[in-house]
């Protein structure tokens, strides 16, 4: 939400409108179903297994999954909000977005990711070690 509220101001306050299509909310439709999609897969190959997917308590995590969406990726939640953020520069018209998108990249590679990461190394050892050999944190 703070990334799209900050698309939001540089789309105010910084009028450079870079990014017209024809079909442009044809294209941010398109972003936001995947995104979506891409979420709602990661939350439910979770909840298929019984785990937890609170980002904020990574301890309670009971199965290492590794089927459905997270044999392409680690991270389809994470993934998927990136893709909506996506929809959202192309919606604001504004180039100048481009940047909040590694911004939360980055953000949730070191305040989300790599802890939660630290938690799965120690929890499930070498199968998660193998697990991150085989599949992209992000894609």
């Not at 297994?49 to 990726?73: A, D, E, W």
């Not at 991270?75 to 996506?86: C, E, F, Q, S, V």
């Not at 190394?121 to 070498?126: I, P, R, S």
């Amino acid at each position: 939400m703070f990334c799209i509220g900050l698309m939001w101001a540089i789309h105010e306050f910084i009028q450079i409108e870079m990014l017209l299509f024809d079909s442009e909310r044809y294209i941010v439709r398109v972003l936001l179903v995947l995104g979506v999609i891409i979420g709602i897969l990661g939350v439910t190959e979770f909840s298929r297994r019984s785990t937890t997917v609170n980002p904020h308590k990574p301890q309670k995590t009971t199965t290492l999954v590794r089927s459905g969406i997270y044999r392409l990726t680690r991270n389809p939640m994470y993934l998927g909000m990136a893709i909506i953020l996506l929809a959202g520069m192309v919606k604001f018209g504004n180039g100048i977005n481009i940047i909040v998108i590694p911004l939360y990249i980055w953000v949730m590679n070191t305040v989300q990711i790599q802890p939660e990461e630290e938690v799965m190394e120690q929890k499930f050892g070498q199968k998660y070690l193998a697990y991150k050999k085989e599949v992209r944190r992000w894609l």
